[in-house]
């Protein structure tokens, strides 16, 4: 799966892609790069929250939650 | 006495840090406070290779960069900034999440203070078919690496004998780290800055905090951070604003190139598996965190908690009051009469009890959540229910706490510790006492049966029922309310992003979880059971004081500072609906809201004060007010109840705040809002159903 300049937010279940850029509030962008969303990482969303919020990514081998806000800065190719 | 060398114990959360410290030190840890900061400071003192050593548990943390005093707590550590410098740190990784683990070990080894690498979860790792040469990463990171299994106590006498070595070397120059040229200058710039003015000596330790420096100050002064000379803060202002002009972005810059680091170090050292791993995890994932399946497990989980919390410490709760009790009449039988003999007995026996009451839920309520955490639901939990939770403010974390607020504030406000965020934390702790807690059950039902006709419906529901449903919801009504309203104001801020780690699924250890429940047990009866006590003695002497020439309790109680401050504030409380006896109930109830039956059974002279509250019920609906109007008419009811969901009356809850905020203005401020917010309803519903013809009757 290849988007140009899309949002994590936008990924369907199981896609993968790749981090872009990272944008939003600097504490919110550090805590996100930090955990090891720089760009050039591979991200896949691997399921939705039951009330559609927040989704769950498989990056770097570990399982981490964002909320969609947070996704919604992430941009992926 | 010269202080012991030190060793932190850093790491991710989830990377079983904890255990490795807890596995290190025994049960030995030593609580104290950081110097200024709120957090605690776990410490113990090991004999490593003959040597005295004290071990630091350092926060969980995936990075160094701080925004608060709090999380800035790491990095003077490292860096023995206001603090004294470490010998040794030890790193915590998960062997299987090393992609991730590894940015923290590198600036931590980029410190120069000699760091052991504990290769944590090995054996999970292997099982999911990692593979870590261990060689190559020490030679890689210039640390010693270590495998550990802690919770099985796997790797710990290794670990000890690399912690002796790093302890015996002396800080070196670790080389730079690659990054590109433009950065690399910003940090060198600042690392000479910090050099000429002698803050730090090593360059090292210069660099290192050059680079944390850029990452953390922000530019309006928006960071919370302290202890930064200003020529410094100056001039990295100075350095981000020249990048920032120039289109460059100084933290990406800075964090990327450190995950370059991490990715080649990765590469290098593990051998990956074909497939990916975790499928055991994604398989209970796929039920545990389904819309459907994944909410029923959930309603059963919490429902169990909580039904477990109300009647499983039910028991314990009757032998610790009855064993008081017992106590009581043992020293009462023993002692001459006299008033050190009460002082003992209703002052400290009765404040000893007040606080080891407390013991059974805390207890049980940590053996649960130890059991949610270390098994990896509890993470799910909270994504589950995020969505819901955040809608006022909250985030998902809080659930668990709230939902132990049914039971008891007091352990719930300890369960607030497994929220990330310190503002989330606190937002938390302060509405929680609006959940409606088991003690005040007794004064709903005391108070019904009083003021309602004990055969009412209203339809085909019996009016007991729909007073506590009520009651119930208005508790979580208000707790919402006041957790969406603090959140725009006392505790305005940009809300911490939920970042949330789901760790794999794991078979808790029996051994840490019951060390756990040990230490929330202790921290409890050291951090908030002094203050009870002292709280129950006060409470004593008001109640008792001073003393009158008088055979019935009752005049006693009316002659104490208690009583006249009851009359004291009858014209406060009066528009409520309430008289001074009332009002001399409300404040004996602040040791604790039961309190409140048994203090208007004195004030009320009724002799007995067994399980039967008939008489005093009888004894409620005969009062009236000196005009001959009825005290307690059903409005006058609702009223108290209202006060006694909303209000603040339980000092033990004031005390368990101040312990785990480390400060006096948070709960005095919780205990002030809650009262402003308890008189207010009260007034309400007291004078609009006045005004209405309610209640009269």
């Known amino acids: ?77 | 006495m010269t202080p012991l060398p030190i060793v932190l114990v850093a790491g991710n959360p989830n990377s079983g840090k904890s255990t490795i410290f807890n596995a290190l030190t025994g049960a030995r840890a030593h609580v104290a406070n950081y110097p200024g900061v709120t957090i605690d400071r776990v410490s113990a003192t090991v004999a490593i290779a003959g040597r005295d050593l004290e071990l630091v548990d350092l926060p969980g943390t995936y990075s160094l960069s701080a925004r608060s005093r709090e999380e800035q707590i790491a990095v003077d550590s490292l860096l023995g900034r206001n603090l004294p410098s470490p010998a040794a740190v030890v790193v915590v990784v998960d062997a299987a999440a090393l992609g991730r683990a590894l940015f923290m070990a590198i600036e931590v080894i980029a410190t120069g203070v000699p760091v052991v690498i504990a290769l944590n979860m090995s054996d999970e790792a292997a099982r999911d078919g990692f593979v870590v040469d261990r060689a190559k990463l020490a030679a890689m990171t210039g640390a010693e690496v270590v495998q550990t299994v802690a919770t099985k106590g796997n790797g710990i006498a290794d670990l000890k004998l690399a912690i002796g070595r790093a302890a015996a070397k002396t800080p070196s120059e670790a080389p730079p780290l690659e990054r590109p040229a433009v950065v690399a200058a910003d940090i060198a710039e600042l690392e000479s800055a910090i050099l000429t003015e002698r803050v730090l000596e090593r360059p090292a330790a210069a660099r290192a905090w050059a680079t944390w420096l850029l990452l953390s100050l922000d530019d309006e002064g928006a960071d919370d951070l302290a202890g930064i000379p200003p020529s410094l803060r100056k001039r990295t202002l100075e350095i981000r604003r020249r990048a920032e002009a120039a289109g460059r972005n100084v933290d990406l810059e800075i964090i990327a190139s450190s995950y370059q680091r991490v990715d080649t170090i990765v590469e290098a050292v593990v051998q990956r598996p074909p497939e990916p791993s975790r499928r055991r995890s994604d398989r209970i994932d796929a039920i545990l965190t389904h819309g459907l399946y994944g909410s029923a497990v959930f309603a059963v989980v919490m429902l169990v908690v909580f039904q477990a919390l109300f009647t499983w410490s039910e028991p314990a709760i009757a032998v610790i009051e009855s064993g008081v009790a017992g106590i009581q009449a043992a020293a009462a039988a023993t002692l001459p009469a006299g008033p050190l003999t009460d002082l003992i007995i209703n002052g400290i026996i009765a404040g000893v009890g007040n606080v080891v009451v407390f013991v059974p839920q805390i207890g049980l309520l940590f053996l649960f959540i130890g059991l949610l955490e270390d098994s990896g639901y509890l993470a799910r939990v909270a994504f589950v229910i995020d969505r819901l939770m955040r809608s006022v403010g909250l985030n998902g974390r809080a659930f668990v706490p709230m939902l132990s607020g049914f039971s008891c504030a007091i352990p719930a406000v300890m369960a607030t510790r497994t929220i990330e965020s310190r503002t989330d934390r606190l937002l938390t702790m302060l509405v929680l006492p609006l959940m409606s807690c088991s003690a005040r059950l007794p004064v709903y039902v005391l108070i019904t049966a009083t003021v309602f006709a004990p055969g009412m419906r209203i339809g085909f529901l019996s009016v007991g029922a729909v007073v506590l449903f009520a009651m119930y919801l208005l508790s979580v009504v208000a707790a919402l309310t006041a957790a969406a309203v603090l959140r725009r104001t006392a505790l305005k801020g940009p809300g911490a992003p939920l970042v949330l780690e789901l760790p794999p699924y794991r078979l808790p250890s029996l051994r840490v979880m019951a060390f756990n429940v040990w230490q929330r047990v202790r921290a409890f009866l050291i951090g908030a059971g002094t203050v009870i006590l002292a709280l129950t003695i006060v409470l004593w002497a008001l109640l008792s004081y001073p003393k009158v020439a008088a055979d019935a309790a009752g005049d006693q109680l009316r002659h104490s500072f208690a009583g006249r401050l009851g009359h004291a504030i009858e014209p406060a409380i009066a528009p409520l609906g309430f008289d001074w006896r009332i009002g001399v109930g409300i404040i004996g109830a602040f040791a604790a809201r039961e309190v409140f039956v048994s203090t208007l059974a004195i004030v009320f002279d009724i002799e007995s004060d067994g399980a039967e509250d008939e008489p005093l019920r009888d004894a409620l609906r005969a009062a009236t007010w000196p005009d001959g109007r009825r005290l307690m008419t059903p409005l006058a009811g609702v009223s108290l109840m209202v006060f006694f969901v909303l209000a603040c009356q339980c000092m033990s809850t004031i005390a368990v705040v101040r312990r785990e905020s480390g400060t006096w203005s948070w709960p005095l401020f919780m205990l002030a809002y809650m009262t402003v917010l308890a008189y207010g309803a009260s007034l309400a519903v007291y004078q609009v159903g006045s005004r209405l013809g309610l209640g009269l009757g």
Do not use: C, W, Y
Request: aromatic share 2%; proline share 5%.
């Open chain 1, 1 to 77: 799966m290849t988007r140009k300049h899309g949002s994590l937010a936008a990924l369907p279940v199981g896609g993968t892609a790749i981090v872009s850029r990272v944008r939003g509030e600097r504490a919110v962008v550090r805590r996100l790069l930090e955990i090891g969303l720089v760009p050039g990482t591979q991200v896949t969303l691997r399921r939705v929250a039951p009330m559609g919020d927040p989704i769950e990514l498989k990056v770097r081998n570990f399982a981490l939650s964002i909320r969609r806000s947070e996704a919604l800065g992430i941009e992926i190719e």
